[in-house]
């Protein structure tokens, strides 16, 4: 099978990458839903309308898993749906993975589309490319902002008598990810500069 043009791989592709489109966003749908649902939870709770004592918490040893990014999942005790503290960064770092990754594929959708019609030195190739590392980069900062504002937060407030401990460390996947971008700088050079000589041979034909 070809790797470029109509039926390659390129166009399978393609079809993936549409599919991901249309789930990402019923996940970014799910997701302000729930965002709007506790924002107006956590407005009711203060002003006691809802009394929140009453509601039952989140076991993390029953069947319901939950890893929040900087926590031990195994420091997770009893999770109150008043921990504001832990479940507002949780979501805004979702919020930001979700949205991250729908700029991403859609750039992706735009780049597998020229490749699909064979020409894959477009100039704008190279400014999708850049769109996608710069994304990267600004949610990998956002993540870390995220850890530290709930760093701040326990500081401020103390820690949730459902987390027994917190921390912050560097994994294979910070390496992986960080690597990851510097291949896209290097990729987006390579079509800028391809689409540039393209664009002169044209010129000199």
């Not at 997770?76 to 960064?89: E, G, N, S, V, Y």
């Not at 930001?96 to 700029?103: N, R």
């Not at 699909?116 to 902002?145: C, K, Q």
């Amino acid at each position: 099978m070809k790797t470029l043009g109509k039926g390659s791989i390129a166009s399978i592709v393609q079809v993936g990458l549409s599919i991901a489109w249309i789930v990402l966003w019923v996940v970014f749908i799910a997701w302000a839903a729930v965002a709007a649902s506790y924002l107006v939870f956590v407005l009711l709770t203060t002003i006691g309308v809802i009394d929140a004592t009453t509601l039952p918490v989140i076991d993390s040893s029953e069947q319901v898993h939950i890893q929040i990014e900087g926590i031990d999942p195994g420091a997770l005790r009893a999770l109150k749906w008043t921990d504001w503290h832990i479940l507002t960064p949780a979501i805004l770092t979702l919020g930001v993975i979700v949205g991250g990754s729908l700029i991403i594929v859609g750039r992706l959708r735009s780049l597998f589309g020229s490749f699909t019609t064979g020409d894959p030195f477009r100039r704008e190739n190279a400014t999708h490319l850049r769109v996608i590392w710069i994304t990267m980069v600004a949610i990998e900062v956002s993540r870390y902002a995220l850890l530290a504002l709930l760093g701040v937060m326990f500081g401020v407030f103390g820690a949730p008598e459902s987390v027994g401990s917190a921390s912050f460390s560097i994994n294979s996947d910070n390496f992986t990810n960080w690597m990851s971008i510097l291949i896209l700088i290097v990729f987006a050079e390579v079509f800028r500069e391809g689409a540039r000589l393209k664009e002169e041979q044209e010129l000199t034909i």
